[in-house]
């Protein structure tokens, strides 16, 4: 039997960079009022979402993943040759195949990096980051470029009065690269399968190519309905407040911290009656800055902890050496929790 050589990666990893873009167009609750019976008062109250950005055509999963990485990179203080892999998590690149990490990879001129994509809902970011923290100890890498992105105004059914105000677009972005004291904590992971049917897309794909009409969804013109993420509310909410919160406590054990250690808290914008839920739950002290980006930013999925976390240390609510608790929950059921420095 022959002799494999071992792996000679670096000690532990660490996030570099961090970078964010925001689609130019803002939408307030008053244009979702259009098309739903609510109020802006309710929409507020149930959500803590005053304002959503949505893309224009040209703002592409691809264009938006591009501008947010090359600040991710800029930040970092790298070139985008020195790149070796590319990750993106994402549920709203609308073809099987190829990856749009390849054609990200390409345009940001990583030269050749191994590039993918992942698809793990709002978890996605924290999935993508311990995949990426692996390939640099590992050695298969020195940089990783992790990518969150969503155009998930494609996926909302604005007739819904459930959803239609939830959904945002956007790209975040960090770089991953060595370290020589551990800088991300191990991963608490895992998924709930049973629970797959609260949050899903309305119609698979393979509906469309059987062209069956009685089996597709109809507008109330008559015209087929693009696919949409539809959720059961109360039973997301109940999962996320009551066990997301133990899985949180689970990465700060994991990472031999307690809350008081803590600096910063960046959960998956969701909603914000969760994450005052979780905050009280984890009896997170005054001192530690709590992301809200939801409020005007909506849930962007796999995009809302790097938009987040890049928002927070543009506007100096949370400095670079932070410790930050970063959680992501959503869609299979599937979660990811770590602890990491800010960059």
């Given at each position: 039997m022959a002799k494999i050589k071992p792996s000679q990666g670096a000690p532990y990893a660490r996030i570099m960079g961090v970078g964010g873009y925001r689609p130019v167009r803002v939408v307030p609750n008053e244009v979702i009022l259009e098309t739903i019976d609510s109020s802006d008062e309710w929409i507020r109250s149930r959500s803590g979402i005053a304002t959503r950005h949505w893309a224009s055509p040209e703002e592409t999963v691809a264009m938006m993943s591009i501008e947010a990485s090359g600040k991710a990179i800029a930040d970092a203080g790298i070139a985008a040759e020195q790149i070796g892999a590319v990750v993106v998590s994402t549920v709203s690149h609308f073809k099987q195949t190829p990856a749009i990490a390849t054609e990200i990879a390409d345009k940001l001129g990583t030269q050749k990096a191994a590039a993918f994509d992942i698809s793990a809902g709002c978890a996605g970011f924290g999935y993508g980051l311990?995949?990426?923290?692996?390939?640099?100890?590992?050695?298969?890498?020195?940089?990783?470029?992790?990518?969150?992105?969503?155009?998930?105004?494609?996926?909302?059914d604005l007739s819904d009065r459930a959803t239609a105000f939830l959904f945002g677009d956007g790209a975040g972005a960090v770089v991953v690269g060595p370290a020589q004291q551990p800088h991300i904590g191990p991963t608490v992971w895992g998924s709930e399968g049973d629970k797959s049917e609260t949050i899903k897309q309305t119609v698979s794909w393979d509906r469309f190519h059987i062209g069956d009409v009685n089996e597709l969804p109809l507008d109330s013109e008559g015209h087929i309905k693009f696919p949409a993420i539809t959720q059961e509310g109360q039973a997301v909410f109940r999962w996320a407040v009551f066990e997301?919160?133990?899985?949180?406590?689970?990465?700060?054990?994991?990472?031999?911290?307690?809350?008081?250690?803590?600096?910063?808290?960046?959960p998956h914008q969701a909603n914000m009656r969760i994450i005052d839920s979780m905050v009280k739950t984890l009896k997170l002290p005054e001192h530690v800055t709590v992301a809200r980006d939801v409020e005007t930013t909506g849930n962007t999925s796999a995009a809302s902890i790097p938009l987040a976390m890049e928002r927070l240390l543009a506007t100096g609510q949370a400095k670079s050496g932070d410790t930050a608790l970063v959680i992501g929950f959503g869609a299979g059921l599937v979660y990811a929790a770590t602890v990491v420095t800010l960059p």
């Open positions: 311990t995949l990426a923290k692996g390939m640099i100890v590992e050695g298969s890498a020195e940089y990783v470029l992790v990518i969150g992105v969503e155009r998930l105004s494609d996926l909302t997301m919160a133990k899985v949180a406590q689970q990465a700060l054990d994991a990472a031999g911290i307690t809350a008081d250690d803590l600096d910063v808290f960046i």
